[in-house]
């Protein structure tokens, strides 16, 4: 019984949607006269200045490598994890792990700073 009466409202759903497109059309109709402005909402992105690519190390023997948690959930596990790793494959190479202010949408002024003068090259894992 219950199928019967699910049946027949669906009918009646389905009846009263099709009857009712002519009248939704008049309406569609007599509303395409008013002229309207659309904008788009992606706007015009500024042109895409090409940086080039930092030159590679010759060696990493003696050198000073920051390891930078960007932030993204779960990165801090991996960024600790490439620390060790790397010491142990490089023993004459330093390591320095560091958090980075802000998450991955902010900037860290005074970790940029402090690699300038002490880092000769970063790795930074991003999320995704």
């Known amino acids: 019984m219950k ?4 049946a027949a409202a669906v009918a009646a759903l389905c ?4 009857c009712s497109f002519p009248s939704m059309n008049d309406q ?7 002229k309207i402005t659309v904008l788009n909402p992606m706007g015009t992105p500024p042109p895409i200045e090409l ?5 590679r190390l010759d ?12 932030g993204y959930p779960g990165s801090n596990i991996l960024c600790a994890e490439m620390q060790k790793g790397f010491s142990e494959q490089f023993p004459n190479t330093t390591f320095v792990y560091k958090d980075k202010r802000g ?5 860290d002024q005074a970790l940029w700073d402090e690699m300038a003068e002490k ?3 970063m790795i930074i894992p991003l999320g995704h």
């Open 3 to 6: 199928r019967y009466i699910f």
């Open 15 to 18: 009846l009263g949607l099709f």
């Open 28 to 34: 569609v109709q007599a509303a395409s006269t008013e």
């Open 51 to 55: 940086k080039p690519m930092a030159p």
């Open 59 to 70: 060696t990493i023997e003696g050198k000073t490598i920051y390891i930078v948690n960007d």
């Open 103 to 107: 998450g991955m949408g902010g900037g």
């Open 119 to 121: 880092a000769d090259a």
